[in-house]
């Protein structure tokens, strides 16, 4: 069926790949691409991350006794999914464990990614199926990236994150990748956050509190604002955390991410069913999760 598909809505155009099940285009009525063209800076669009959500300490799975590789954000994200429908305005693509996985993630799973575009809204739905006979734990997590500026020509500190919500609770950071011990007072004042550089010197903002389902990125300082440019509106459903990350040092993308899981706290080097943040699929279940990304 090819290595891509794009489908195309009455305000908006996507593209998905094949290799990761991955947006590699998000344009808007004008024609206008929002999503990162994976550059020198990130060679990423929007990958979907599964079985885990940032990294495990010594990049280890620890299964009954066991050790298997696992490499940050894990694998699926380099994976060929196989197109299960490909629409005008609907996709969907499915990944099943094989050796290969195995070697790796000793679990029976099938993972599912469907993708719906209507008016100027694009759904993204996971469906995590537990195949086998054991319990499956397993993290998941979106990872979109957005141009930063918008719009050319704008300052990227014109731009804010507005969520639904007040978000008062402490934010998490990394250290090494691993999750740092002690939580630290959040930047975000009452439901705003006002975006610079600076806030990633210190790699990705972890909200694991997050109390909104929403966030809604624009410029909202200038003419930018008078001017109604390009805005993005982020919801999502069964995600529980969210990450916030651009390139330390400057990059020209803002990767706003929600999640079901987070990396491993620095001083956890258990069992991987034991980690904190991992959801357990009984056999025979489906756990189901969706984000979706509205553009005005």
């Not at 696992?70 to 429908?85: I, L």
Request: aromatic fraction near 10%; proline fraction near 7%.
């Amino acid at each position: 069926m090819g290595d891509s598909h794009t489908l195309r809505g009455d305000a908006i155009a996507a593209t998905i790949l094949a290799r990761g099940a991955e947006l590699s285009s998000l344009r808007n009525a004008d024609g206008t691409e929002l999503l990162w063209q994976a550059g020198a800076q990130w060679p990423r669009h929007a990958p979907v991350l599964f079985p885990i959500v940032g990294r495990l300490k010594g990049d280890a799975l620890r299964h009954d006794g066991k050790t298997y590789p696992m490499s940050q954000h894990g694998f699926a994200r380099d994976r060929d999914f196989d197109w299960v429908e490909q629409g005008p305005r609907a996709c969907k693509l499915v990944l099943t464990d094989d050796a290969e996985t195995r070697a790796r993630y000793p679990f029976a799973f099938r993972l599912e990614v469907t993708y719906t575009v209507a008016g100027a809204d694009l759904e993204v739905a996971f469906a995590i199926v537990n195949t086998g006979d054991e319990m499956l734990p397993a993290s998941l997590g979106g990872h979109p990236a957005f141009n930063w500026p918008l719009t050319a020509g704008l300052p990227k500190d014109a731009y804010t994150l507005r969520f639904a919500k007040d978000e008062s609770a402490p934010i998490r950071r990394l250290k090494d990748g691993l999750m740092r011990p002690q939580p630290e007072p959040t930047p975000v004042k009452g439901s705003t956050l006002a975006l610079s550089e600076r806030l990633f010197d210190d790699d990705a903002m972890i909200l694991d509190q997050v109390a909104s389902t929403s966030v809604r990125f624009a410029a909202t300082q200038g003419p930018a604002a008078a001017a109604l440019v390009s805005a993005i509106e982020m919801s999502w459903n069964g995600f529980r955390e969210l990450g916030i990350w651009s390139k330390p040092g400057g990059a020209p993308f803002l990767c706003i991410e929600p999640w079901h899981g987070f990396a491993s706290p620095a001083g956890f080097d258990g069992e991987f069913a034991d980690k904190p943040g991992v959801m357990h699929i009984a056999p025979g279940d489906r756990r189901s999760l969706s984000y979706r990304i509205r553009v005005s």
